[in-house]
């Protein structure tokens, strides 16, 4: 992704988080009354325990919300950018726990949520890939246990582990993909990683999802996708990546953390560019001048009359409020 790319994925959330204020309504009886566009997930069940329903509702282009029920009719909780596929299996159980299933190629995601100290927390999991890689992974957040299961039937055996002491993750601070949040359970030399920096870890990942930043810090399989941000002497946070493209262009991207009051994060993303597009027609002079050898770069620059373009720098801040990129003019 080039720059052009970065604006417009940055205008698309800036878009989003304003369309969520038009889309779900403070409060309503029907579906109609609390949202103003086709409501393509649903699920109900009683979040807060007081004998109520409540619902979850999701969008195709607007992201998903909570609604708790009254005598009424139902009052908004909060609305998040998150946005679900159509496809995804949700559901609320007896104890109000909300069930999210992300069925992909090679198994299934699942994520349990249940509404606990002012949110919605996740509670636990499973990231199961029997389809393909013949395991499953449980994961148990309110207990840290961990249990995977590997192999079919009667070669099927279990391995029990436990968790690091985890961040509260709320619903919407990590992408709902669990290959992106090995993270969370990876262990240093001197113990597991700081709470604080698992939790810039999700935010970043959500980052990554969402294609908020250049392709290079997003590719999770490659060398800068897949680390975090490590922290920094004066407590934020950063990470960067470097992409290089003869011919083309090279882009040095850089994502700062800085934890504000109230449990929010300012994220500023610095991207300086280059255009190296003239590399080609001097690559072509030294091929086709004998003796160009000789000559420096500079020297040839000057007699094909190309003025190297001077970087180019950008600087995109955005607060992340609860579950919301809220970009800052």
């Not at 009052?75 to 299933?101: C, E, M, P, S, W």
């Not at 249990?147 to 039937?153: A, H, M, Q």
């Not at 810039?200 to 999770?220: A, K, N, P, S, Y």
Request: glycine share 10%; net charge negative; with cysteine.
């Amino acid at each position: 992704m080039k720059k052009t790319s970065l604006i417009i994925s940055a205008l698309a959330l800036t878009m989003a988080h304003g369309a969520n204020a038009l889309t779900f309504k403070q409060s309503g009886k029907t579906l109609t009354d609390l949202c103003s566009e086709n409501v393509t997930i649903f699920a109900e069940g009683d979040f807060n325990k007081d004998g109520v329903k409540d619902l979850f509702l999701g969008t195709e282009n607007s992201g998903s919300a909570f609604y708790f029920g009254n005598a009424d009719g139902y009052n908004l909780f909060r609305d998040y950018d998150l946005r679900l596929d159509d496809k995804a299996k949700v559901t609320v159980n007896a104890n109000g726990v909300l069930r999210i299933q992300i069925d992909i190629k090679s198994g299934s995601d699942v994520f349990l949520f249940r509404y606990q100290n002012g949110g919605f927390v996740l509670i636990g999991g499973k990231k199961d890939r029997h389809k393909s890689e013949h395991f499953d992974v449980s994961y148990n957040f309110s207990t840290r246990k961990v249990i995977k299961t590997n192999g079919e039937g009667s070669s099927k055996s279990t391995e029990n582990g436990v968790m690091s002491v985890q961040p509260d993750i709320k619903f919407c601070w990590i992408p709902l993909k669990w290959d992106m949040l090995d993270f969370l359970f990876e262990v240093n030399e001197d113990g597991s990683l700081p709470v604080e920096q698992m939790t810039v870890g999700g935010i970043f990942r959500r980052m990554q999802d969402e294609d908020m930043f250049h392709w290079v810090l997003c590719d999770v399989e490659g060398h800068y996708g897949r680390v975090i941000p490590d922290k920094n002497e004066d407590g934020s946070y950063d990470t960067y990546g470097i992409y290089e493209a003869p011919g083309s262009y090279n882009l040095d991207t850089d994502v700062k953390f800085t934890k504000l009051s109230g449990g929010k994060y300012k994220i500023v993303v610095n991207e300086t560019s280059q255009d190296r597009s003239y590399e080609g027609e001097v690559n072509r002079y030294y091929e086709e001048h004998e003796g160009a050898e000789n000559e420096s770069y500079d020297e040839i620059l000057e007699k094909l009359g190309i003025e190297v373009p001077d970087d180019e720098s950008s600087t995109t801040t955005y607060i992340f409020d609860d579950g919301k990129f809220v970009e800052q003019k």
